[in-house]
């Protein structure tokens, strides 16, 4: 059990009730404000001092937009002119906006009801003073990649989608996703582009067998092999793990077409 957790279990053992509201951390405590309990005040201003963690752990799917975004960032790279850059830099600035209470909304088509296509970096649990600053002073000499990460991010982390019929290391699998980060950001680019241009995919033939290459798991009744995996099944093959060509690939994947 994390210090969190503690607390905030401590405080509902006291009758205090700390919850959510519109994004927002709230506390009804059951004593007027000039006669609560010393035990209680400090669970509080242990709480106060901690917003962040304290919404992370009410709010877990709002946790989760924030490990899909910084798993993106720190993984994938963004496509400009033909090369593909580091959005480590974009990484850490996150983190820290994070810290500070920053939110993450999911924006939704105005053409087509429910689908989301985005999100939005907001202020959330930030001061103004702060949130003024990194809008003004930081957060302007990354608005493509910020843009680009938001919405390739609505497809879910980089390496959720590795799901292998084989099993790999997977430290060295980490390790391998991270070093051909351009070039897994670049087959995504490539498959979205097709997908908006001609509403198709990108399709592989392994001899009689045949796969779609999608930027996540869509559930088409085929195969989807994602460029994670198709990176890992490559590397996998040139170090030995998996036997060359199509029969090491059919090997690799879990066929369900």
Not at 73 to 94: N, Q, T, V
Not at 176 to 194: C, F, P, S, Y
Request: glycine share 8%; hydrophobic share 40%.
């Amino acid at each position: 059990m994390n210090m969190i957790t503690d607390l905030l279990n401590q405080a509902q053992a006291m009758g205090i009730n700390i919850y959510l509201k519109d994004g927002q951390v709230k506390v009804d405590i059951p004593w007027p404000i000039e006669a609560i309990p010393d035990p209680a005040r400090h669970i509080l201003g242990e709480l106060r001092s901690r917003q962040a963690e304290v919404l992370a752990a009410l709010d877990i799917e709002h946790a989760e937009l924030w490990r899909t975004v910084l798993t993106n960032a720190y993984y994938l790279r963004h496509p400009k002119g033909g090369e593909f850059h580091s959005m480590r830099e974009l990484h850490d600035i996150l983190q820290k906006l994070q810290g500070l209470g920053a939110r993450l909304e999911r924006v939704e088509s105005r053409f087509q009801k429910g689908k989301i296509y985005s999100f939005n970096l907001r202020m959330g649990n930030m001061q103004w003073v702060d949130w003024n600053w990194y809008q003004a002073m930081v957060l302007p000499r990354y608005n493509e990649q910020l843009d680009w990460l938001l919405r390739i991010s609505v497809l879910g982390a980089a390496r959720d989608y590795v799901d292998l019929g084989i099993e790999l290391p997977e430290e060295w699998m980490q390790e391998t996703l991270g070093k051909h980060g351009a070039r897994i950001a670049q087959l995504r680019a490539q498959v979205i582009e097709a997908m908006l241009e001609r509403s198709r995919r990108i399709y592989f033939k392994t001899g009689d067998k045949i796969l779609c290459l999608a930027p996540g798991k869509t559930g088409l009744g085929m195969t989807e092999l994602t460029p994670e995996e198709a990176i890992l099944i490559a590397e996998a093959q040139d170090t030995g793990m998996l036997k060359p060509g199509p029969e090491g690939v059919r090997a690799a994947l879990k066929w369900v077409s």
